[in-house]
Nanobody, 116 residues
Framework: QVHLVESGGGLVQPGGSRRLSCAASEIIGSIKSMGWYRQAPGKQRELVATMHSAGYTNYAESVKGRFTISRGNAKNTVDLQMNSLKPEDTAVYYC??????????WGKGTLVTVSS
């Protein structure tokens, strides 16, 4: 069974930066997209950023210009560079890989807390 493992979460001050990474336990074929979602306390999970095999990216309006999604150095890895962090960015961040069959893989999440 494929596992996705996120890393890089933690406490960061407002205006600071953090880089999240996600790695798959094995090679995943037929990938449609890789991305990041987040869920804040009391809220539904929402899309943060996705990177499609066709080469384009999508970002939530709230993170445009501040967050950047990119492929990691290893195959089946994806990173999220988060700059100018705000308290409202506090959430558990989940890595997602979607195959062409629409099968989704999810990580267990990593908590990012933005607070002074």
């Amino acid at each position: 069974q494929v596992h996705l493992v996120e890393s890089g979460g933690g406490l960061v001050q407002p205006g600071g930066s953090r880089r999240l990474s996600c790695a798959a336990s094995e090679i995943i074929g037929s990938i449609k997209s890789m991305g990041w979602y987040r869920q804040a306390p009391g809220k539904q999970r929402e899309l943060v950023a996705t990177m499609h095999s066709a080469g384009y990216t999508n970002y939530a309006e709230s993170v445009k210009g501040r967050f950047t999604i990119s492929r990691g150095n290893a195959k089946n890895t994806v990173d999220l560079q988060m700059n100018s962090l705000k308290p409202e960015d506090t959430a558990v961040y989940y890595c997602n890989v979607r195959q062409l069959s629409m099968l989704d893989y999810w990580g267990k999440g990593t908590l990012v807390t933005v607070s002074s």
